[in-house]
């Protein structure tokens, strides 16, 4: 089953059938704010206008594993605790992010375990995704990587690190 909501073109203003979820099936030019015509006319202009920027997991000593996980650890713990208290209904209080576990071809007790927490940038100041990674046989071999903006064209990190987004 699929779901079609009408919208109004915010250029053209004619009303279209948008489709928010069609597993799989979904129309070429499907868009939650232009008409086909408008969104086709849009993607092929695009299509000559370089992607600049685009966000990235770079290495990072900003925060050990164990800080990463009580970070997670109070997260959830605080969620927990607002979701006993409140009258409201919190369907997954204390939500963790899972991942699908990776395992050793050669040695499948060896697996690897990650766990990823939103934390204050200590150099930007902005809240940002901080994961960290290891293996259950070398538990010491950390990998700890934080999301940034990258600047495709200078192949660096990008100086602004806001998202801008609006929440």
């Not at 009580?70 to 969620?79: L, S």
């Amino acid at each position: 089953m699929t779901t079609t909501r009408m919208h109004r073109c915010e250029h053209c203003e004619e009303v279209y059938a948008y489709h928010p979820s069609c597993y799989g099936m979904m129309p070429r030019y499907n868009d939650s704010q232009y008409c086909p015509s408008c969104a086709e006319v849009l993607e092929k202009a695009f299509e000559k206008v370089p992607v600049k920027f685009r966000k990235k997991f770079v290495d990072t000593k900003d925060y050990t594993r164990e800080q990463i996980i009580a970070a997670q650890d109070e997260r959830c713990k605080k969620e927990q605790e607002k979701a006993k208290s409140s009258n409201d209904l919190i369907i997954f209080p204390g939500l963790r992010r899972v991942f699908p576990g990776l395992f050793d071809l050669k040695d499948p007790s060896n697996v690897q375990s990650t766990v990823t927490e939103r934390m204050k940038d200590p150099v930007s100041g902005e809240i940002v995704y901080y994961s960290v990674s290891w293996w259950s046989k070398k538990p010491k071999e950390v990998e700890i990587t934080k999301e940034v903006w990258w600047n495709i064209q200078e192949n660096k990190v990008a100086d602004d690190q806001r998202d801008y987004r609006k929440n």
